[in-house]
């Protein structure tokens, strides 16, 4: 039954007949959203091949997996790693990365064929909405999307997808424990434009939550700048800012 679910023709212009999605979702110590997270991605239109890597979670993060994905893989912890295995099992044309904390919108799966049917497009990602009613996550958002938009870098929340074989072009993520969402993008963009989807993914308010909105925006904003402006290496950053995902 699950093979017969996996996969349905889609019609865009532009595009194969037989595009296939594979939608691949880094995961660790996810027990608390990854059910929510899957279940979004198991919409009406296009069906898609789901794809969990865990990097080693020490809750039921991989059992609630593997009621709700097509496939569940087992990677060294490390995003990048784990977006790059996920990506190397994926039989999809197109891959989309959504992270386990995000809820994809309805009619995701036609607005990114629909994006990618044209030539000229790299990859695209989605604008970003935060799950919390305060003003302030109003005004984070916006921030985002704005700095997003502008730079033509998305955030890794934001839902990143470009057709499998741009991905393999470039050589996938680098392994690197930070920015491997601004950096990849940095390759993409020569290759064609980097598009925002209107369609809104919904990001988990629990880093604002717990750290603070203040602390958490300005270190994010503060690793970027260190990141894109003055050429600090990932490495570096990840050593003075520690888990900051």
Not at 16 to 31: C, F, G, M, Q, Y
Not at 43 to 60: C, F, M, N, T
Not at 169 to 185: N, S, T, V
Request: charged share 25%; hydrophobic share 45%.
């Amino acid at each position: 039954m699950r093979d017969q679910l996996l996969f349905s023709v889609l019609s865009f212009e532009g595009m194969k007949d037989n595009t296939r999605i594979s939608v691949i979702v880094p995961a660790l110590n996810e027990e608390a959203c990854i059910r929510e997270c899957l279940l979004a991605l198991r919409q009406p239109g296009p069906a898609v091949e789901l794809v969990v890597v865990d990097g080693g979670s020490r809750d039921s993060t991989r059992e609630i997996a593997e009621g709700l994905a097509d496939r569940v893989l087992d990677s060294p912890r490390g995003r990048a790693v784990q977006m790059n295995a996920g990506a190397a099992a994926a039989s999809g044309d197109i891959l989309l990365f959504v992270h386990a904390d995000c809820i994809l919108p309805p009619g995701a799966y036609d607005a990114v064929c629909a994006a990618l049917a044209d030539d000229t497009v790299a990859a695209g990602a989605f604008d970003l909405r935060i799950g919390h009613e305060g003003a302030w996550a109003r005004i984070v958002e916006w921030m985002a999307n704005w700095r997003s938009r502008l730079l033509r870098v998305p955030y890794g929340d934001q839902g990143l997808f470009t057709r499998k074989e741009t991905f393999e072009k470039i050589g996938g993520f680098r392994d690197i424990p930070l920015m491997e969402d601004m950096e990849i993008a940095g390759r993409l963009k020569p290759l064609g434009r980097i598009v925002f989807l209107d369609k809104c993914i919904l990001a988990s308010p629990r880093r604002w939550v717990r750290e603070g909105v203040v602390r958490t925006t300005g270190r994010d904003w503060a690793i970027a700048l260190a990141y894109t402006v003055f050429k600090v290496p990932p490495e570096r950053l990840a050593r003075h800012y520690g888990d900051v995902r």
